[in-house]
Structure formats: C-alpha cells, structure tokens
C-alpha cells in the first residue's frame, strides 16, 4: 500500500523493495497482478494464485485494491498479438472433450451457487478445485482445439472466483482472480468472456471509487463485445460505462452511455447466449439503470426501475437482495414506513447469504434511515440491521 501510494503522489513506479521491503516479499506480493506476455507465463500465474491461496499465503490476506493493475492489464489485452495456439505435450495424461465437459459443469454449478448463496460460500471451494482439478489438465497433453476450450472453461471458473472474492470485498484478492481470467480468457480466443471479464472488472472499479478507471475498462470491454457479436454483452459494456459516468456525476455521458446500451440491447437477436451471459435480461438492466440514476441523486427514477428489476427470474438470490434494498433506498425520502417494509423483505435474504455486498447495501439503506429514526418501526429496522452486519463482521 506504501509503494502504491507513492507511485501515485511520484508519477513513477515504487515497488515495495524500494521502500525498504526484501525482494523475495516484493516477487510474492505480485503474484497475480500482471497480465503475461506468454502461455507458459500465463499457466504458471494462475496455477501459483491458485496454489498460494489454497496455502493461505499470508500476502493474499487482506490484500488491497491496486489502482495501476487493471488499466495495465486491458492494454495487454489490447496490444498483445494474435491468436494464440494453446496446444500442450507437456505430460502423458492426455486431456480431451470429457475432461472439458467436466469443467463446464463444475462452472455451471458454482455459477448457480454463487447467485444463490453468496460468495463467501463458494469461493474456496472453486479456488480448491482449480488447484486439484484444473491445474492438472492444464499441465497435460491436448492438441489446439481441445486447448482453446480448457483455457476457455478455465477462465470462466477463475472469473467466477475473482467474482466472489469481489461479493466479500477481498477487492485485491478480486483483482488476481479477474485478471489471470482475462489472460485465460485470451488464450482462447474468447472475445465475448474476455468482453465479460473486463465488465466485471469495470463493475469493481466503480464499486471502490474509481469510476474514470471503470469508464476506460468499458470502453475495452465493447470492443471485445463488437468482437464476439453478442449484442447483450455489447449492451452491458455500455451499462457499466454509464454507471461510471454517474459516479462522475457526468449527467450528459451517463444518458449518451444509457442510450446505446438500450440501442445494443434492441438489437439483440434469437443466438443462444453464453450460458455465462444468461442471468443479462431486461431486470438486470433495469437494476443497473436504477444504480445510476441512484448515483446522480435522482430518487424517483432509482425507485421506478428498481421496482422494475424485481421482476427477475428465479435462483438470484443476492441479485434480489440488492434490488429490494435500491428500492427501499429510493423510497426513503417519501415513505420511511415503506422503506422499511421493502428493507425486511431484502434483510431476510441477506441474512442467508455469505455476500459483503449485501450488508453495505443495508448499511447504506440504514444511513439514509437515520433521519427518520423517531418512528418506532424504523429504529427497530436500523437496529436489526446494525446487528446483522455487527454480527457478521
């Protein structure tokens, strides 16, 4: 964290041994952060994140947001030539199409996991998996096409593991995790989950406070979306950039960002989606609509679209807890009684779920309650909030 914040104040790189630490310490601590020029760089990275958190290395504990990584990491995507030919004889195990069936079945399952339960109840377990299951396939022999596919199926595991590393706000963690996806995700040829990768990485940034970061992570993220031709993805690149606009208080681009996203989202055909991609609906834009117009203060749109964003399909579980709670947020400053109804009915699902997230969403929802804490239904409510996430942290 010292050298970062140097970095930043110097405009010039400080590492950590430059500031007094050893250089075994400054090589550990990277592990993770650097998008590889090579595949065997790029299996060695992963396959060592993957290893060192499983061993619970100390440097991965409470590790923070590193503002250099992700810009440096999208341009290595930009930049970095292609394609890429992941073929392997490294070992006698020979990897074919069952050995990737299995992996986008696992993937499958700990996605559905994931939306259901929350991320701190899944992600040592994908990150377990990685390392017994997965490394192994990397290291064997496969010829190209079944290689495009391993590092595909991989990539969406490693993203899903970075993504619940986000839900529990381990936001360094989050970033190992996203950008060897990225890097995985690029191996294979995938613009679409690469496209899927940077969003989320677009989503985090705006998240912790760095909305011009997220805004640049977009924009790289549409270009791979225009890539793949999948018009959803197109759609939520556009959203993310338009939720980093409103953190801005860039009224003008959030709505010009807005807008596209609505044009990409109409244009979207009858192609089967990523099995990635399915949970991308009208709900979910309507919730990332209503985030934004939360951003820039608008209370009575946020409650419009978040109303809208609880008509969603089953099985998301956390996703409803965020909505209901945008909703009870909006509804406060009309109807603190509502506002607590709708905050129950979020409460009760958050008290289920291993999600970080949902808890700030109540906290926040709690802190916009205060006002009106005289009213005997509300200090109850906040209440029952400060004790759930007292609890819980």
Known sequence: MIAEVLTELLGRKVTPAMAGMTAGADAAADIGLEFSLSLSEAVAAATTLWRSDVEQRRFLLDTSYAVAVYPAASMRWLTLPGPEHPASIGSSRRIGQTDVDAVRTMATAFRDLDNKVGGGKVRSTIVQYLHSSVAPLLRGSYPEHIGRQLFGSTAELVRLAGWAAYDQEDHGLAQRYLIQALRLARAACDAGLSAEILAAMSHQATYVGRPGDAIDLARVAQIAARGARLAELESECHMVEAHGHAARQDRASCTSSLTAA??????AGSARQPDWLTYFDSAYMSAKVAHCFRELGDHKRTAHFAAQSLNMSGGYQRGRAFNLTLLASATV??????????????????ADLASRRSLSYLRDLRYRLQSFNGLGEVAEFRQEVLELTTRRD
């Open 333 to 350: 400053p009309t109807d603190p009684r509502e506002a607590v109804r709708i905050g129950r009915d979020a409460l009760d699902i958050a």
């Open 262 to 267: 609505e044009r990409a989202f109409e244009q």
